[in-house]
Every structure is written in structure tokens, then in C-alpha cells.
């Protein structure tokens, strides 16, 4: 496969360790669990710490099986170079870790995975400014921009409310104003969009989530599109100048959230994770499919009170979704009626599984205002637009037709 740009998404994604030589003629890049690499001239080593010459230093900072799984998610997200990290939560701390300073600002997206939430009041209390704004309209960004902005960042869709920030609106006012646009993708995944196409400057995708697929490994994910003019970034040490200025971004955080910070995935996690992404978009198409027969059934039952789903056309942002998105994805969400009580309903479900996940093969449901979002308290959860009946559901690749059965008998009783 001489040139991967000419074929489709999953063909790329499973030919993608070809691309290199693979040791033995291994059709998957073999697990390298050593943390040392040796070399018979020193003189070379050097070379490779100082960054002169191309090869591995030390686990921390590189790994064969991980930089093979880097390749395969640039391909994914069309983007120039990545970095992967322990968990998707240690790749968005990366960006404190490794871009920010005391005194910048960051605007958010208010609508947020809850752990985000709690990362950017920890950045907060060491010295930088945090704006959360009502990202599903750019004009609220924009107002939010003071001189010290460094960073907007914002979800695809939120989890778990399902808003869809206004994102080539955003992307282009943060090109004009030379700020930049970090966009997590996980929500939505490489498959269903490429974040660079409304001009993010980095991708966050939590590996653990889609890409995985499986449950079975942690695993986090940024990726630099190209797009952003790193001489414009004031926070780059001149350590990292001396290489050109595309790669500024990506060494600072490879030194300063790899290096340092130690935030490294490990080499079998890899590997699984690269094994589950080959199945993604199979798994995600089927998991559209279900999730929208899910949240249309759920929308016309009058024991419901709300269904929060991008497929849905009573959802506020569907024409985005429908214009930027290849299909609306396996996340919904919803309230019970008054007197329904969400505990009681999850208990009923006999193939929905209560469980903190999502992106799984298996069906995931969570009462996110007593587990995930618990910690926030009500007055932030009430500012999110989350209800204490609302249950979020991660839909897997069941068969349809069960999981439709499943729903509609627990909420017979």
C-alpha cells in the first residue's frame, strides 16, 4: 500500500503498520515492552537526545508499539504528527502541562465531560484564567477573548447533554485571532469527523472510548493538524525553536507531558488499542443505526421527558450535526417523567449494562447526575442542563431490534 491517501478509512486504518518495514513480516506492529534502547556507538545516542537524529531514548518518551499507533491515528484524523498518552484525561492535562503558563486564559466550552470540568478548576487554582461560555454560539467566544487567550477548547458533542459547539464559526475566529482551537473529538471519533476540517489546531481523542472500542484499555490521544502557526504561540522555550516551526507544538509536549510529566502509554495498551481501532467504523455505523431507533422510540413514549440525541431534528444543533458529521453517533441521553425513578428503570434493564464507560461494544447506561457529574454539585449540573433523572446511554453493537425490546420493557413497569 504505497499510497494510503487513496484508499477508504478502515482500508487505511488496517494496512497502516505496512506502511514500514514490521519485524518478521507481522501484519500488526509486535508489542516492545522494553523501556531501554541500546546503541553500539555512543556517538549516536547522543545524537538521539539531542535531536539530531532520528530513534528511540528512553520508554517514557517513545516506544515502537505506541509511535505505530501514532501513525495510524494521524492517518486517522488527517492530521501532521501525534502523541499518545496513558488516558484521554492525561492528554488534555498535557496541554497545561505543556502549553500553558500562569497568567493565560482558556476558554471552554460550559458543556463538558465531568472530569474536564474538575481539570480546568485545577488550572484555575495554579494561576490561570478560565472562561466556561455557551460554545453552541460563537458570538459567546468570541466576547470571552481578552489579550492573555491562549486557548479555546470544546467538545464535538458534549457528553453527556449532547451540545454541539458551533465549531467552523469557532475554528475560523480563532484562526483570524491566531489563538488556538483544541477540539475533542472523542464523542464523535476520526470516523464520523475530522475536527481539522472546521480548522482545529489540536485533536483530542480519548483512545479508551471508540478508537478501542473494547473496554480493555486506557489510552489518550492529541494530534496536530498542521494548521496552526506555531511562531504565533508565545509560550514555545527556544530549546524547542531549533526545529521548524511545524514542530514546535509536538516537541514541547512530547518534553514537558511525556518527559517530564511521565503521562506515557504503555506498549500492550497500545497494541490493543490498534487492534480495536481496525473494527471502528464497522462498530460505530451500527451503533448510529441503533442509537437513533433508540432515541426516536424513546422521544414518542409519553413516560419520557426529554431526549437529548444530534439525530433527533428537535435537537437544537441537528442541521450542524447533519451538516458536519457522518452520522449522529452511539451517545444519547434522557430524563424520566416526574415519578419514574432512573434507579429503578436502570435496574430493569436486563441487556444495558450501568457502567462509567461508553464507546463499548456492550451497551452502557449511567445516572449521571448521582455518579460521573456527582462531585460538581447541583448548581453546576443545573447550569449544564442536567437533570436529576438523566441517564446516559453508550448504545454498543447489539442487535438492534434487542436493545429497542430491552428499553421499551423497563419502561412497562
Not at 477548547?153 to 457528553?159: D, Q, R
Request: contains cysteine.
Amino acid at each position: 500500500m504505497k499510497d494510503s491517501k487513496k484508499f477508504g478509512f478502515t482500508t487505511t486504518i488496517l494496512h497502516s503498520d505496512r506502511q514500514k518495514s514490521i519485524e518478521h513480516g507481522s501484519l500488526h506492529k509486535p508489542v516492545h515492552t522494553s523501556v531501554a534502547y541500546g546503541y553500539s556507538d555512543a556517538r549516536e545516542l547522543a545524537a538521539v537526545f539531542q535531536g539530531k537524529k532520528a530513534g528511540y531514548r528512553y520508554g517514557r518518551q517513545g516506544n515502537p508499539t505506541v509511535n505505530a499507533l501514532e501513525e495510524k491515528i494521524t492517518r486517522m484524523e488527517d492530521g501532521f504528527s501525534t502523541l499518545c498518552f496513558s488516558t484521554g484525561m492525561a492528554a488534555i492535562g498535557a496541554l497545561m502541562q505543556g502549553l500553558l503558563r500562569s497568567g493565560d486564559h482558556v476558554i471552554s466550552s460550559a458543556f463538558l465531560f465531568g472530569n474536564t470540568n474538575s481539570l480546568w478548576q485545577t488550572v484555575q487554582a495554579q494561576g490561570m484564567a478560565v472562561s466556561f461560555v455557551d460554545a453552541t454560539d460563537v458570538a459567546n467566544v468570541e466576547q470571552a477573548i481578552t489579550p492573555a487567550t491562549r486557548m479555546v477548547f470544546v467538545e464535538t458533542i458534549a457528553n453527556p447533554r449532547t451540545q454541539i459547539a458551533d465549531l467552523a464559526r469557532i475554528g475560523a475566529l480563532c484562526q483570524q485571532r491566531g489563538i488556538l482551537y483544541v477540539v475533542d473529538n472523542t464523542i464523535t471519533s476520526p470516523y464520523l469527523f475530522r475536527p481539522k476540517s472546521v480548522g482545529a489546531s489540536l485533536v483530542v481523542n480519548a483512545l479508551t472510548k471508540s478508537i478501542g472500542g473494547h473496554g480493555n484499555a486506557l489510552g489518550g490521544s492529541l494530534t496536530d493538524t498542521g494548521l496552526f502557526d506555531w511562531t504565533r504561540y508565545p509560550n514555545i522555550a527556544e530549546t524547542y525553536q531549533r526545529f521548524v516551526p511545524q514542530q514546535w507544538g509536538m516537541a514541547q509536549l512530547r518534553a514537558k507531558a511525556l518527559r517530564d510529566f511521565g503521562a506515557a502509554l504503555g506498549p500492550e495498551a497500545a497494541h490493543h488499542l490498534a487492534v480495536g481501532a481496525e473494527t471502528m467504523a464497522l462498530r460505530i455505523e451500527r451503533q448510529s443505526v441503533s442509537a437513533l431507533a433508540l432515541a426516536t422510540m424513546l422521544a414518542a413514549d409519553a413516560r419520557v421527558a426529554a431526549v437529548y440525541y444530534p439525530g433527533l431534528s428537535s435537537h437544537p444543533q441537528h442541521n450542524i450535526a447533519t451538516e458536519l458529521f457522518k452520522a449522529y453517533g452511539g451517545l444519547f441521553s434522557f430524563e424520566l417523567k416526574d415519578g419514574i425513578d432512573c434507579f429503578d428503570y436502570l435496574n430493569r434493564l436486563e441487556l444495558a449494562i450501568p457502567a462509567s464507560n461508553l464507546g463499548d461494544t456492550r451497551t452502557l447506561v449511567i445516572p449521571v447526575a448521582h455518579t460521573i457529574f456527582h462531585e460538581m454539585g447541583p448548581q453546576r449540573r443545573a447550569s449544564m442542563g442536567i437533570a436529576e433523572s438523566l441517564i446516559r446511554v453508550s448504545v454498543g453493537i447489539e442487535e438492534t431490534d434487542d436493545l429497542l425490546q430491552d428499553f421499551t420493557q423497563a419502561l412497562r413497569h
